[in-house]
């Protein structure tokens, strides 16, 4: 009999008192936190676990003792107040952006545990007892931990630091796009990116044109074929990465470049990076005098890269290159067609990219330009 998957913990919410640390704070303000909690805590956000708190307790004061301790920067979006626990938790869940399902709570009052257990029954419970035996059970314990993964927690800080700037942004959205220095690199990938990149294949759905998994046997195979590229993209700006945020699969036939797959994060939305990634596609094409084709599945969620390929240029026009691909399409798969033009790099961020022609680099080089 086939194992039902174990749904991973994305956070882990922790109580303080006589859980996280020793002791209550407000009887005595120099509780501590014992050495297998603390190497607890830094295994868990190694392998990009975030943690967060729900404590009843004066914030100022519980997080002063956190930052004399060391810890503080290590979790994210807290809840220390005099709230109810299963509003912290939902609170803590809403600015993730994370499914219940995939939130844990540890706290050394059962009577917590038992509210949380019939207001959010979605979120798992820990004893405060069983704090160490943590990173020894499989929802806490990935199956790859990739460079993402290792610094998941600094990117979600960049993130609400980056909110914040936005909301006090006096002036257009290309304006504030172009206040944060953006970068944006699209290499090859290697061996070690192929974990991340398979994840991205498997769940993003608003910024995947055809919603097919790559396992990562498929990418690696890959890897070595001449014909291919597979191709990563990261990001990141002046308050911190973004982390790889998507991956392009092109393969190449003498008269067309077959995309395909491109599939972005939804969290690079906002500054356009799948029209970018199809502007710099289409013009390495033009360089190396060829069409391309872009496999496409229409679905309820991917509406927004649809529109990314139409204004594209992209269209479903028949062309005697098309004759080069496999007839052989999967269910639902659209192929679209584009003849190509060269393109400028885009306004809002600077981009470096390897050249995939043999052609001479020019003011269109858009890795050499940057943008004023």
């Excluded at 008192?17 to 407000?26: A, E, F, K, R, V």
């Excluded at 939902?90 to 706290?107: S, W, Y």
Aim: proline share 6%; net charge negative; with cysteine.
């Amino acid at each position: 009999m086939s194992q039902t998957p174990v749904t991973m913990v994305k956070c882990l919410v922790w109580d303080l008192d006589n859980t996280l640390w020793t002791g209550t704070l407000l009887e005595d303000d120099t509780v501590s936190v014992p050495a297998a909690i603390r190497e607890t805590i830094i295994e868990l956000d190694a392998r990009g676990v975030l943690l967060s708190i729900a404590s009843r307790n004066d914030h100022d004061l519980a997080w002063a003792r956190l930052t004399e301790l060391g810890l503080a920067e290590y979790f994210v979006a807290p809840q220390i107040g005099w709230g109810r626990k299963p509003a912290s938790i939902r609170a803590i869940a809403d600015e993730l952006q994370f499914a219940l399902g995939t939130i844990a709570f540890i706290d050394d009052q059962l009577t917590e545990h038992a509210e949380i257990n019939h207001h959010l029954p979605e979120v798992r419970c820990y004893r405060a007892d069983q704090a160490t035996e943590l990173p020894g059970l499989p929802e806490f314990t990935p199956a790859a931990v990739t460079v993402d993964s290792r610094r998941r927690r600094q990117m979600y800080q960049a993130k609400f630091r980056r909110d914040t700037a936005r909301e006090g942004f006096q002036g257009a959205d290309e304006e504030f796009l172009r206040s944060l220095e953006l970068v944006m690199v699209i290499d090859r990938a290697g061996p070690e990116d192929i974990s991340r990149l398979e994840e991205l294949t498997l769940r993003t759905s608003q910024m995947n044109a055809t919603g097919v998994h790559y396992s990562d046997a498929a990418l690696r195979g890959l890897l070595d074929d001449p014909d291919h590229e597979v191709l990563v993209v990261s990001m990141s700006d002046r308050f911190g990465p973004h982390g790889a945020v998507g991956v392009l699969l092109l393969e190449r036939f003498p008269h067309v470049w077959h995309l395909k797959l491109l599939a972005t994060s939804c969290r690079v939305v906002s500054f356009g990076a799948g029209a970018v990634l199809l502007r710099w596609i289409s013009d390495q094409a033009a360089r190396a005098g060829v069409h391309l084709a872009a496999d496409f599945r229409p679905t309820e969620r991917n509406r927004i890269m649809e529109v990314a390929y139409r204004f594209g240029g992209f269209a479903g026009e028949d062309c005697e290159c098309l004759a080069d691909l496999p007839a052989d399409r999967q269910d639902g798969v659209q192929l679209l067609h584009l003849r190509p033009e060269p393109a400028c790099p885009p306004a809002t961020l600077r981009l470096r990219a390897p050249s995939l022609t043999d052609a001479e680099p020019d003011l269109r080089d858009w890795s050499e330009v940057v943008p004023a």
